[in-house]
């Protein structure tokens, strides 16, 4: 049988598309942590303990790029900077509501 539905293939796969923005083990995760609340660096620190300062660091600063979050930085002493959703990375909240739900559904609820 032969249809017309289009080939899926990297370039035009939007499940690749969006992993390309939140791929990995880290960035799903802090925009998890940061889908209610503005949160300081140390807040996701220690909401995420497993995660190194470094990566950290560098999760954060693609996830800016990619313009999922917005970064504010106050001209205080000591310095404070607050890491929050942009409206990009908000549309992903009904996304991370589900993986939620799912998560606590088929492994948390199951153990």
Same mark, same amino acid.
């Given at each position: 049988?032969?249809?017309?539905?289009?080939?899926?293939?990297?370039?035009?796969?939007?499940?690749?598309?969006?992993?390309?923005?939140? @791929? @990995? =083990?880290? =960035?799903?995760?802090?925009? *998890?942590?940061?889908?209610?609340?503005?949160?300081?660096? @140390?807040?996701?620190?220690?909401?995420?303990?497993?995660? &190194?300062?470094?990566?950290?660091?560098? $999760?954060? #600063?693609?996830?800016?790029?990619? $313009?999922?979050?917005?970064? $504010?930085?106050?001209?205080?002493?000591?310095?404070?900077?607050? *890491? &929050?959703? &942009?409206?990009? @990375? #908000?549309?992903?909240?009904?996304?991370?509501?589900?993986?939620?739900?799912?998560?606590?559904?088929?492994?948390?609820? =199951? #153990?």
């Amino acid at each position: 049988m032969v249809t017309n539905t289009p080939k899926i293939n990297e370039t035009n796969c939007p499940v690749s598309a969006m992993l390309a923005l939140i @791929g @990995g =083990k880290w =960035k799903p995760v802090i925009l *998890y942590c940061l889908r209610n609340d503005t949160r300081r660096f @140390g807040e996701l620190a220690a909401r995420i303990p497993t995660i &190194s300062r470094k990566v950290l660091t560098e $999760q954060l #600063k693609e996830l800016e790029q990619d $313009q999922l979050i917005i970064r $504010q930085q106050y001209n205080e002493i000591p310095p404070r900077v607050e *890491y &929050s959703l &942009s409206d990009l @990375g #908000k549309s992903m909240a009904p996304v991370l509501n589900a993986m939620e739900q799912w998560g606590l559904e088929n492994i948390l609820l =199951k #153990k």
